[in-house]
């Protein structure tokens, strides 16, 4: 990708319509879509169906099923109720769950009517895992999530669609659940009409399906996303067959990555070094690019993302100034085999069950190392997120599959951290080891409208009060920044 193609796609801060990309790459690849014409439109912001459209304007049901079972999963959602041996208390003390069998899931989380309003308190949930009689331990669900969110007064964060949520929790492939949740204040258990928790709460429990493609498409990578084959160099002739059952909303999502792999392609091959920075074409004589080479990215293709639950546009803005590290929070029960059904589950959980308008995270890291693209709109573009509150524009967010408070993250997660950084932060001219200004949007660290330095590579806390991207992972911030400067040749 030349610079000047970079500096077209960022001038300015836009709207670009998926469907116009996709139309665009029908014309650039003859007969790749010949069946686009014929998809329908694309559902509202989170559902996937008539029954997920009465499920978000039916809060009082007993049991919400958001989809039918299929490829792409499915979401219960369950209203908690105060607990029988608390009602002493108020019904907005403790609330959960008893003991129940549920279809099957593997992720899970709690949300509530208004985004703005925090769950000051303790969520614990235990599930049964699938097929068994064994339940596990009780397991505490991080609370603090809003602050991974869109910035305030944006369209994202506005929308009546969004809800306020816990952080969701891998538990893998179960069938029963049950679930606490204890009001607190200061850390104390709550009294009686002291603290009351948030209004609508709700138990979200998410099976992320298989992730398979389209009927008739040709899958590249295994399911944990090591390759088969390599995708043929870009510009190779396009098997019509092979593409004629992608969706306008799944070729969209590929088109904008055209200059990198194939319409289609399920992973982004990684560059040698010497091959990155031919791709720069457009360097002023004598210019060092100070760019490190393109590290391997699994595509939202790869991952197994189901494009009708995002929203369809995507959303620009005009540069990458800053990455700012994350951690999911949803604990490191997972294997890298795993890693795609994690990733959907969260992304399900951000759309369906929080109501945004995509993933939050612009890319995700796994325990091996391996990147996965997040958000949609392309991955050296400047694709607005939604982060860090406060800090989505001129940024990006990379976020590690796990929860590093007290735990180690591995070697090659901050590896994989400093090859990503070392890339994309190359096409925009920034020094990982260097400092930035960015302006807040608002938070509960800097005003909006406050400009702030940071370090290029930051981690979430330095733009918001929280403990992510938990201690012992924001202790690697350091290596990862000298690793992406060598890798930048710098």
Not at 447 to 472: M, Q, W, Y
């Amino acid at each position: 990708m030349t610079m000047s193609k970079i500096g077209r796609m960022h001038s300015s801060r836009f709207l670009a319509s998926s469907i116009g990309v996709a139309c665009a790459a029908v014309l650039a690849l003859p007969a790749a879509l010949p069946a686009a014409a014929a998809t329908p439109a694309a559902p509202a912001l989170g559902t996937t169906s008539a029954s997920e459209q009465s499920a978000t304007s039916a809060r009082a049901a007993p049991v919400v099923d958001r989809a039918t079972a299929s490829p792409s999963g499915r979401t219960q959602s369950l209203p908690l109720v105060p607990r029988a041996t608390d009602r002493a208390l108020g019904p907005t003390a403790e609330q959960g769950l008893g003991r129940r069998g549920v279809r099957s899931f593997s992720l899970v989380g709690v949300v509530w009517d208004d985004p703005d309003t925090e769950l000051h308190g303790r969520v614990q949930v235990r599930t049964r895992a699938r097929g068994t009689t064994h339940w596990s331990g009780w397991q505490d669900v991080e609370t603090h999530n809003h602050e991974h969110a869109a910035d305030p007064d944006t369209a994202e964060r506005a929308s009546s669609r969004v809800r306020g949520s816990t952080a969701p929790l891998w538990v893998g492939e179960s069938d029963g659940v049950e679930v606490r949740v204890r009001a607190e204040v200061s850390g104390r258990t709550a009294a009686p009409g002291v603290q009351m928790l948030p209004d609508g709460l709700r138990l979200e429990l998410v099976d992320p399906g298989t992730g398979l493609p389209e009927a008739g498409a040709t899958q590249t990578t295994t399911p944990a996303g090591g390759p088969v084959a390599d995708p043929p160099p870009v510009g190779t002739p396009v098997d019509a067959s092979r593409l004629g059952t992608l969706t306008v909303e799944s070729a969209a999502a590929s088109a904008v990555n055209a200059d990198l792999a194939p319409l289609g392609a399920t992973f982004i091959p990684a560059l040698s070094r010497t091959a990155t920075e031919d791709g720069l074409a457009d360097l002023e004589p004598g210019m060092k690019p100070y760019i490190g080479p393109r590290p391997r990215i699994v595509t939202r293709r790869g991952w197994g993302a189901d494009e009708k639950l995002r929203e369809r546009d995507f959303l620009y803005t005009k540069k990458v100034q800053a990455a700012f590290v994350h951690h999911t929070a949803s604990g490191n029960n997972y294997s890298c085999d795993e890693a795609a059904s994690v990733i959907r589950s969260i992304y399900r959980y951000h759309v369906v069950s929080s109501g945004w308008r995509d993933i939050g995270y612009n890319f995700l890291v796994d325990k091996c190392g391996n990147i996965y693209e997040g958000r949609a709109g392309g991955v050296a573009k400047a694709v607005m997120g939604a982060h860090t509150l406060g800090f989505n524009t001129n940024s990006m967010g990379i976020a590690v599959i796990g929860s590093f408070g007290t735990t180690k993250p591995p070697a090659a997660a901050v590896t994989g951290i400093a090859q990503l950084t070392a890339w994309k932060l190359g096409l925009y001219r920034a020094n990982p080891k260097g400092k930035t200004d960015l302006i807040s949007g608002g938070g509960n660290l800097y005003a909006k409208g406050r400009k702030v330095r940071l370090n290029v590579i930051s981690g979430h806390r330095d733009g918001f009060a929280t403990e992510c991207p938990g201690g012992r992972l924001y202790g690697k911030l350091g290596t990862a920044r000298s690793k992406a400067a060598q890798y930048q040749g710098r």
